[in-house]
């Protein structure tokens, strides 16, 4: 079975653009939930989707958005973006029928707001 | 709320000595706990799950145990190998669903 696959893999931009970022989970997974990584912060959970509804939200601003597609595939966004965005960001796919079951995380897009 | 602790925040051992990395939570009410590693510039590579009612979990080398009560986990990884060098991360689910990670602890094995 193919992994949890991110696209793109590496982003530059400067501050005040916005930014699409993609997620194709695992065949049969029906939850991705997104992540910010930073060395100051660590791993900081972003939200969560389930057969296209979010299902959980994390304490990010209004400038982070997320959607997820029929197939599963889910799609970050991020506007009028600022220095402190530059991170790199994580999605995580599951079964989600618990919400609590093992999490198989993507290789990452790294992104630098400059 | 929830705070996860991962101490210490690095370790160095010699090839063939087992690793033990210890994981901390405030709340123990929690679901799963789940353990990764993170090679540098890498995604979350999931090692293993534990569910809340269960006191351990096996993998090849790899073994964890849960004590909610305490609110501790362990992971050993027995006869540790170069290889084994990374980045180990521990997240507990919250009521919500949501994994709280730790800072992580980072391991290098030397051959």
């Known amino acids: 079975k193919a992994g949890v696959t991110q696209t793109p893999r590496y982003l530059i931009k400067t501050r005040g653009q916005q930014v699409t970022l993609s997620c194709s989970p695992i065949?049969?997974?029906?939850?991705v939930s997104w992540y910010q990584q930073t060395p100051g912060q660590g791993l900081q959970f972003l939200f969560e989707?389930?057969?296209?509804?979010?299902?959980n939200k994390g304490n990010f601003p209004g400038r982070f958005s997320g959607r997820q597609f029929s197939n599963s595939r889910s799609e970050m966004n991020v506007s009028t973006l600022e220095l402190g965005d530059s991170a790199l960001y994580l999605c995580?796919?599951?079964?989600?029928?618990?919400?609590?079951?093992?999490?198989?995380f993507g290789p990452g897009t790294r992104l630098t707001v400059l | 709320k929830q705070e996860v602790t991962q101490i210490p925040a690095a370790l160095s051992v010699p090839e063939g000595e087992n690793l033990v990395l210890n994981c901390s939570f405030t709340d123990s009410a929690i679901y799963n706990l789940q353990w990764f590693r993170q090679d540098p510039g890498k995604g979350l590579t999931s090692l293993l799950l534990?569910?809340?009612?269960?006191r351990e979990q096996t993998s090849g080398r790899l073994n964890a145990s849960l004590d909610k009560s305490s609110g501790r986990s362990t992971l050993y990884i027995a006869a540790s190998q170069p290889g084994d060098s990374a980045t180990y991360l521990c997240a507990v689910f919250d009521s919500w669903g949501k994994l709280q990670f730790g800072a992580g602890t980072q391991v290098v094995v030397t051959p």
């Open positions: 065949s049969g997974h029906r939850s």
């Open positions: 534990i569910q809340s009612s269960q």
């Open positions: 989707y389930f057969s296209e509804t979010q299902r």
């Open positions: 995580a796919s599951s079964l989600g029928d618990t919400g609590t079951d093992t999490q198989y």
